[in-house]
């Protein structure tokens, strides 16, 4: 299909030529006209189907060879319709130089456009201001004395190559640097496309337009680029094979095209200012007010990423940390913790409290009541313990099934005590029924070690003293507070 459709609309030039040589210049023009009239139509069809994010892409190729078909009925208007005979006509040349317009924004945009509107406005503004200045800068070389003439229309010719070439080197720069199918099926379409149409062009402007024997309709040639561009619309959505290109030219592209963009519009404004100093001081003002807004808005962008970056971090960091079934602190946490205050208080040689809590006779419950009656009563429970610990730096953790752990800081063996039985009668006055305990209601044990951290110890010393204290209060007869000597650990 890419093939077979610029191939049948060569033939069908072909045979206009030959059968119809009396219409040949006449034909030439309307085929001129209706060449990229016909691929923008085909262009607006491939971006209905494409997926959401390249949809506006395909439209905004469409709105460029339209504006292309505008400025070729704009030659034959003048030529037939007005009966002008002249080299180069400004009105078309506006048209041809505009249509780079859009080409140039979706070269330098970025890609994907969501959340980014005002640069994509920017960027725009960049590339219209730039096709503008372009064209101003051209008109006045090829008026630079007077009507245009044959010198004239030589620079320009070469400044047309010059600007082929750059919206080409950039169609096949993002090629390489697509990172999704949508966004290579695009940009290869245009980088070949460009290129076909480069070859044609420049054999059109240096062969066969200063050719005075060629009429017009041997430019003909130069539609056979929009046929294929029309054929690779037509084609749909397809695999396209990344060109695996390295991370960092991916980045490098992302962050330049727009720069770049700002900085060609810059040296063109500068060139323009020696011919047309209003303009070119205005194209000077769009370039580098354009730029500075863009990185602010970019920067600005930057900032509030990397603030959602970390506030997504630390939510989820706060859902690693955190028990599900009753909201406290989990055991990965409590392990963290004892190990920085262990550290913070073995500077400081400030005793640490370790309160081990144990629910009384919970397999009892869960075997009468049913485990989600159980679920409850872990959530009850540790909302009281939560609740029941005072000081901001108190750190209270699940340790597993109904066991919990309370870190107390600058708190001796008697001041964990204080604070154990404040938790054990928090528990008790809750009233939760439980008929299996001797107490008729929930409550818990608690063991209390006490240390000074030493150097040559570890925090899990601690722990295992409060299981022990633990171990006594069951003994005694549960629902009691045990304590162990405070001691350096």
Same mark, same amino acid.
């Given at each position: 299909?890419?093939?077979?459709?610029?191939?049948?609309?060569?033939?069908?030039?072909?045979?206009?030529?030959?059968?119809?040589?009396?219409?040949?210049?006449a034909a030439a023009y309307v085929l001129m006209v209706a060449a990229p009239l016909l691929t923008a139509l085909a262009c607006a069809w491939r971006g209905r189907t494409e997926a959401a994010h390249a949809r506006a892409?395909?439209?905004?190729?469409?709105v460029a060879l339209s504006i292309w078909s505008l400025g070729a009925f704009s030659n034959l208007w003048q030529e037939f319709v007005l009966g002008q005979a002249n080299l180069m006509y400004r009105d078309s040349s506006l048209a041809f130089n505009l249509a780079a317009v859009p080409i140039t924004?979706?070269?330098?945009?970025?890609?994907?456009?969501?959340?980014?509107?005002?640069?994509?406005?920017?960027?725009?503004?960049?590339?219209?201001?730039?096709?503008v200045a372009y064209f101003l800068l051209i008109w006045a070389?090829?008026?630079?004395?007077?009507?245009?003439?044959?010198?004239?229309?030589?620079? %320009?010719?070469?400044?047309?190559?010059?600007?082929?070439?750059?919206?080409?080197?950039?169609?096949?720069?993002?090629?390489? +640097?697509?990172?999704?199918?949508?966004?290579?099926?695009?940009?290869?379409?245009? +980088?070949?496309?460009?290129?076909? $149409?480069?070859?044609?062009?420049?054999?059109?402007?240096?062969?066969?337009?200063g050719d005075p024997r060629l009429g017009p309709e041997f430019g003909l040639l130069s539609t056979a680029a929009f046929a294929l561009l029309a054929a690779f619309a037509l084609h749909g959505p397809a695999t396209v094979m990344p060109l695996h290109p390295w991370p960092r030219l991916v980045r490098? =592209?992302?962050v330049a095209s727009p720069l770049l963009l700002a900085g060609v519009l810059l040296i063109v404004s500068l060139f323009l200012i020696q011919v047309n100093y209003a303009a070119g001081a205005a194209g000077i003002l769009i370039a580098v007010v354009g730029y500075g807004l863009r990185n602010t808005v970019a920067q600005m962008r930057h900032i509030e990423r990397g603030d959602t970056l970390q506030r997504e971090r630390s939510e989820l960091q706060t859902i690693a940390w955190t028990d599900a079934?009753?909201?406290?602190?989990? *055991? $990965?946490?409590?392990? +963290?913790?004892?190990?920085?205050?262990?550290?913070?208080?073995? *500077?400081?040689?400030?005793?640490?409290? =370790?309160?081990? %809590?144990?629910?009384?006779?919970f397999k009892l419950m869960n075997d009468r009541y049913g485990h989600p009656t159980g679920d409850a009563c872990l959530r009850q429970v540790a909302k009281v313990l939560q609740d029941a610990l005072v000081r901001p730096g108190d750190v209270l953790a699940r340790y @597993? @099934?109904?066991?919990?752990?309370?870190?107390?800081?600058d708190a001796d063996a008697a001041g964990g005590h204080v604070v154990g039985e404040? #938790?054990?009668?928090?528990?008790?006055?809750?009233? %939760?029924?439980? *008929?299996?305990?001797?107490?008729?209601?929930?409550?818990?044990? !608690?063991?209390?070690?006490?240390?000074?951290?030493?150097?040559?110890?570890?925090?899990?010393?601690? !722990?295992?003293?409060?299981?022990?204290?633990? $171990?006594?209060?069951?003994?005694?007869?549960?629902? #009691?507070?045990r304590s162990m000597p405070t001691t350096g650990a």
């Open positions: 299909m890419s093939i077979l459709l610029p191939v049948v609309f060569l033939l069908l030039e072909g045979a206009i030529l030959v059968f119809l040589p009396h219409l040949a210049g892409a395909w439209f905004v190729l469409a924004f979706l070269i330098a945009s970025e890609w994907q456009p969501a959340g980014r509107r005002l640069l994509r406005v920017i960027d725009g503004a960049h590339a219209l201001t730039l096709g070389m090829l008026t630079a004395r007077g009507a245009p003439d044959l010198a004239g229309v030589t620079v %320009i010719v070469r400044l047309e190559d010059a600007e082929n070439l750059f919206m080409l080197s950039g169609a096949l720069v993002r090629w390489v +640097a697509a990172d999704d199918d949508a966004e290579r099926n695009l940009f290869r379409s245009l +980088a070949i496309y460009l290129a076909a $149409y480069t070859a044609l062009i420049v054999c059109n402007n240096h062969l066969i337009a490098a =592209v992302r079934l009753t909201g406290v602190a989990n *055991r $990965y946490f409590l392990d +963290a913790a004892l190990d920085r205050v262990w550290h913070r208080d073995l *500077r400081a040689k400030r005793p640490l409290a =370790v309160l081990m %809590i144990d629910i009384d006779h @597993g @099934g109904e066991e919990f752990i309370a870190l107390i800081e404040r #938790l054990r009668a928090a528990v008790e006055a809750l009233g %939760i029924e439980h *008929r299996g305990s001797p107490f008729g209601v929930v409550t818990v044990s !608690v063991g209390v070690a006490s240390a000074t951290p030493l150097g040559d110890t570890a925090a899990a010393s601690l !722990v295992k003293a409060a299981d022990s204290a633990l $171990y006594e209060a069951k003994c005694a007869g549960r629902n #009691l507070v």
